[in-house]
């Protein structure tokens, strides 16, 4: 959940991203307000592992990297900290936010939906560099995705639900071209009341 913070942090991004830098606690930087970040659920933290797992195995770690909440991302608003994002192999390692990142993976909580599904996908479909965009249930296997087509990013996501769709959306052409190096893998599980009972841990 994302609530108003009374801090006093710096409205400049820059400024910001050092501010946050290792202080205790999750901030964004939203329309110039700082904004707290409050502790996500076991599914929540469960489905995020799952995601960057499968990222790690699907991507040329030569070409990128994988990330998981810390890394800020630059948007038209501030400053965003996604669940998951995939970032081009660049610099040194020490910067505090994405260079140019390709991909990123929200993961829904129901006092986040308007904000994941409104205010951040605006956010990030308007980065130059991403390809995808990704929010995924955590109590469900549905997922709706953004995906950049020549005409840029459609105004309304695909919605995929089920095993059988998030699996064969991973094989498809446009994620091949965002990470090369992608290959079939299981697909990722969400672990609620309303979990996938047929996706259990297997074998590569």
Known sequence: MNQIARIAASPDPDAFLAWAHGRPGRFELVGGKTVTMTGASRNHATVMARICGHLLAAT??????????????????????????????????????????????????PSSVSVDMIEKAAEYTALPSLAVYAAFSQDEPVACIWRRG??????????????????????????????????PLRPICATGPRAWPACRPSGP
């Open 150 to 183: 020549e005409a840029g990013f459609s105004a309304v996501p695909e919605q995929i639900e089920g095993r059988d769709g998030l699996a064969g959306a991973r094989r498809d052409a446009a994620v091949r071209r965002t990470l090369p190096g992608h290959r």
């Open 60 to 109: 040329d770690q030569n070409a990128y990297r994988i990330a998981v909440a810390d890394l800020g991302v630059r948007t038209p608003a501030g400053i965003r900290y996604p669940d998951a994002v995939v970032d081009r192999w660049a610099g040194s390692g020490t910067e505090l936010a994405a260079e140019a990142p390709p991909f990123i993976a929200e993961i829904l909580s």
